[in-house]
């Protein structure tokens, strides 16, 4: 069966700190990788995804970045943090190759506090 | 712009049942989804609507109206356990999910 590993599960960071969160899917092979970041009172924000080794696509122009080194794993960074990056990060993943509507898989997430 | 509507929080007694509702204006249409969120956990899915009318899961059913741009969430039985997060979400023409805000569920014994 298909897991998703998320982590740091807590993060408490200060302003102009670097930032590096990290997904791991295992069962699977060249899955569809998303971050998502959620806050508080406002629908999940795509902000990264990648159907591929090396191959991103950025929805929300900011101070992250996102990189996929492995078929299987995706890390999202910053260099410099912000106040505003504050929030609930998500991993999630579906099947690679298949079209149409699937199901998003989440890990378990990442609160990131910036001070 | 794409835009989807759901209350903000409801409140419900345990073994009653409750409707969650959710509107949606999106460039296309390419199926709705329902997910739970328990407070400061990953959200689960519950549901998946691309055709109109009711999906029934156990105690969760979801509809769907196309020409209404409307779905709703029924749960049946509630259990304490049912106290979460109820996040819609459309998939638009260019399968991309448009997500609600969610509606935050309280059930009170």
């Known amino acids: 069966s298909q897991t998703i590993h998320q982590w740091p599960a807590t993060l408490v960071q200060p302003v102009g700190s670097p930032l590096s969160l990290e997904c791991t899917v295992e069962?699977?092979?060249?899955?569809?990788l998303y971050w998502y970041r959620q806050a508080a009172g406002r629908g999940l924000q795509l902000l990264f995804y990648?159907?591929?080794?090396?191959?991103i696509s950025s929805e929300v122009p900011q101070n992250l970045s996102a990189s996929r080194p492995q078929d299987r794993q995706f890390i999202l960074s910053s260099k410099k943090l912000l106040l505003s990056d504050s929030g609930f990060y998500l991993c999630?993943?579906?099947?690679?190759?298949?079209?149409?509507?699937?199901?998003?898989?989440f890990g378990a997430g990442s609160r990131l506090t910036v001070l | 712009g794409q835009n989807i509507d759901q209350p903000t929080e409801m409140t419900a007694t345990e073994g009653a049942i409750v409707q969650i509702n959710c509107t949606y204006q999106t460039s296309g249409f390419n199926g709705l989804f329902w997910y739970q969120q328990h407070a400061g956990e990953a959200p689960t899915f519950l549901s998946y609507n691309v055709l109109d009318g009711l999906e029934e899961k156990g105690r969760f059913s979801s509809f769907l109206s196309r020409s209404k741009g409307y779905s709703y969430l029924l749960l049946k039985e509630l259990q304490m356990k049912d106290s979460a997060s109820y996040l819609c979400a459309v998939m638009d023409s260019n399968y991309q999910l448009i997500w609600g805000a969610g509606t935050k569920l309280i059930i009170k014994p």
């Open positions: 069962g699977t092979s060249n899955p569809n």
């Open positions: 990648s159907v591929g080794i090396g191959q």
């Open positions: 999630a993943w579906t099947p690679g190759g298949a079209s149409g509507a699937n199901v998003l898989t």
